[in-house]
């Protein structure tokens, strides 16, 4: 650990770092770690595409799905390799791919050192399989029982997934109280991907021209084992001004588990499911070719699909948030370099991975000019019942939510099922703010309009520094107890998190 850089932060060293808003946010003393051997190449790795998982057991009501949380040791870095923590042992996990409406059963193992809780991000889910943070799963042999836990399970638990929503990129990760940000760095996130026959039906581009893009930054020591701060309970304690306080940076980007990727791809669309599973950093993503700009068509956010399809040449996507987007390489000659860049970054952290132009193809993909039937407009504030503020604060050295830290008993709302909701998000610094269960639509951005992308269903808001977001939350499906929480995972750990009761 003796590379990573570590200094004392006051607010105003904080908001100045704004995490990944510019160029400060790689400066030192911003929670930043370095890898501390040469970096590997970038642009040569190969695009890994996670497994399929494949239900063991299909019976009349669900599919059924086991996966296993394991350490293993894989080759993330050439020539070196990671001790991961991982499901079924593979950074990320394997895909889970379900259709709507048909429910999946996932048995989870866990064979780590260490208790977890597993949330599916996006997940429309009853509560007592949503990963409460304290719905403890514990190994084998691991004592004492943890004395917060609201359910101890042994060794194994199996979560249901109604799957009863949109057509959408999910994604799954640990959720364990205090720990997610070191469990989710370790390797414990894989994707969970929805469709319907809605989409089925679009002339998308399909198969291997449907690339998942899960990105997260990592550090690495020499040995080729992950860098994190100390895992002690120092820097949760109130009070503690850890020198993480802004979130733990690494200065490798990660594409599938590969560094800096390369991908050949056909002069053709294709569609890019952009996730950014980092644990803090945000990026401004854009491709990039011969100094010029590719467009995106945006077609998906968080939760679904657009009504129609929107253009953009860069997209913020900040930790937690999912962006779908149709590209089309067809106008470009064979051999030219695509970049996917970050505006966000600096040196190492500016460039994601590069798509290759290999070769013609036919292709009789399309982007309709709707992609939703028309029969969902959007929410107006007309249609929210009440109105609450959350106000994501730092406060006497402590991450907090209207100034308490996480009380996992608390509440601090009471929506009714199937209302809209007015949800006003505060903030003093940047905090991307996730809503469980609930999807909500993005109203405005400090009395302005969102932005551009910020559009459809969504469950995961970029907040920034001095900032009012108003938000119309849809609570539907399930009542019981849920959560909000700052999705910066090293806030979250330190407890910027909330519940509220679906009534
Ligand atoms: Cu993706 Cu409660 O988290
Ligand atoms: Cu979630
Ligand atoms: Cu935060």
Known sequence: MSLTRRGLLTLAGVAAAAAGCGRASDGPGTGRLLTSKALPARFTAPLPIPAIARPVRVTADADHYVLTQKAADVSLLPGRT??????????????????????????????????????????????????????????????????????????????????????????????????????????????????????????????????????????????????????????????????FVTGVFGDVILVNGAPWPRHEVDAARYRLRLVNASNARRYRLALEAGGKRLPMIQIGSDDGLLPAPITHTEIIVTPGERYDVVVDFAALPIGTEVTLVNDFGIGTTAEVMRFAVARKAADDSRVPDRLVPAAEPPLTTADAVTERQFDFRYDEGRWTVNRQLY?????????????????????????????????????????????????????????????????????????GKYMLHCHNLEHEDMAMMANFDVI
């Open 82 to 243: 990671t001790r991961i923590w991982g499901y079924d042992g593979t950074f990320p996990g394997p895909t889970l791919r379900v259709r709507a409406g048909r429910p999946a059963v996932v048995t989870m193992r866990n064979e780590l050192p260490v208790p977890t809780s597993t949330h599916l991000h996006g997940g429309v889910t009853p509560p007592d399989s949503d990963g409460f943070p304290t719905d403890l799963t514990v190994p084998r042999g691991y004592s004492p029982a943890p004395p917060t836990a609201r359910q101890v399970h042994d060794v194994s638990r199996d979560y249901r997934y109604p799957n009863n929503q949109r057509a959408a990129t999910l994604w799954y990760h640990d959720h364990r109280m205090d720990f997610t940000g070191p469990q989710v760095w370790r390797g414990l996130l894989g994707l969970y991907q929805i469709t319907d026959p809605r989409e089925e039906a679009l002339p998308l581009p399909r198969d291997d021209r449907d690339l998942p893009l899960m990105i997260c930054d990592r550090a690495f020591e020499e040995d080729g084992s992950f860098a994190y701060p100390s895992h002690d309970m120092a820097m949760h304690r109130p009070g503690a001004r850890g020198q």
């Open 407 to 479: 009380d996992p008993a608390g509440s601090l709302a009471t929506p009714r099922l199937d209302t809209v909701e007015l949800w006003r998000f505060t903030s003093d610094f940047h905090h991307p703010v996730h809503v469980h269960l609930a999807h909500f639509q993005v109203l405005s951005r400090s009395g302005r309009s969102p932005e551009p992308w910020e559009t459809g269903w969504k469950d995961t808001v970029d907040v920034r520094p001095y900032e009012t977001v108003e938000v119309l939350a849809k609570f539907a499906g399930h009542r």
